[in-house]
């Protein structure tokens, strides 16, 4: 099946650090990726959608200045937390699909990020 | 009202039972329908895709109603493995948004 890729998968850092997290279709190539939050025992909340070669749709409620997305290759999305603070700990998580808007979404394994 | 509605759960079930899980969606321009599973602290995986003439793998059977805007997840003689949260995930027809239900907490205990 299809494989995607989020790297890295722990990261614990000092408050105010910038933390970029990368998500890769491995075996296909995705038009459209899709990063998400996620508290502790609350549901997935999209954060962004991001199209290769345009600029990212985000959700209300998420600052683009904070949550930079760049989607430069069919095959690789980037999420970058600016100066993140410990309410920006949470799972994010991307996921990428086809072309075919039919097909279904393909998650990678989630990134934990804690800020100290 | 939520565009993608779910039984809230959660559901207590001894192994070997048989349950369904309910699923409801209002925009009728919706056109393709998945069950994923998600096990605690971890990314979503898919189960299986929703067809109209339903459709199974193994114990899980999937079923869509266009008419009622209606999916649904059986699974039979249920397994510890099966304790995980389902989310009912709809797609919306001549565009990239997809929306996910909350989800139900599935128990299956020996």
């Known amino acids: 099946g299809a494989v995607v890729s989020q790297h890295p998968s722990r990261v614990i850092c000092k408050s105010g650090t910038s933390v970029k997290i990368e998500c890769r279709s491995l075996?296909?190539?995705?038009?459209?990726m899709f990063w998400y939050r996620q508290f502790p025992k609350q549901s997935l909340m999209l954060m962004a959608t991001?199209?290769?070669?345009?600029?990212?749709?985000?959700e209300q409620g998420v600052e683009k200045d904070k949550f930079l997305i760049n989607h430069a290759s069919l095959t690789l999305s980037t999420l970058t937390v600016t100066s993140a603070h410990p309410e920006d700990s949470s799972f994010y998580i991307c996921?990428?699909?086809?072309?075919?808007?039919?097909?279904?979404?393909?998650f990678g394994d989630g990134t934990r990020l804690s800020i100290l | 009202r939520k565009e993608v509605e779910q039984d809230p759960g959660p559901f207590n079930v001894p192994e070997g039972a048989t349950v369904a899980f309910n699923c409801t969606y209002s925009?009728?321009?919706?056109?393709?329908f998945f069950w994923y599973r998600q096990d605690c602290r971890k990314e979503p995986k898919l189960l299986m895709s929703?067809?109209?003439s339903g459709n199974e793998d193994g114990r899980f059977t999937a079923q869509l109603n266009r008419a009622s805007q209606y999916i649904s997840l059986l699974i039979r003689d249920s397994k510890l493995s099966d304790s995980a949260t389902y989310l009912c995930?709809?797609?919306?027809?001549?565009?990239?948004?997809?929306?996910f239900g909350a989800g139900t907490r599935l128990f299956v205990k020996a």
């Open positions: 996921s990428a699909r086809d072309t075919d808007s039919n097909q279904p979404q393909h």
């Open positions: 075996d296909f190539q995705a038009t459209t």
């Open positions: 991001s199209n290769e070669g345009s600029k990212a749709t985000y």
């Open positions: 925009n009728s321009a919706s056109q393709s």
């Open positions: 929703v067809y109209s």
């Open positions: 995930v709809v797609n919306r027809a001549g565009g990239f948004k997809t929306i």
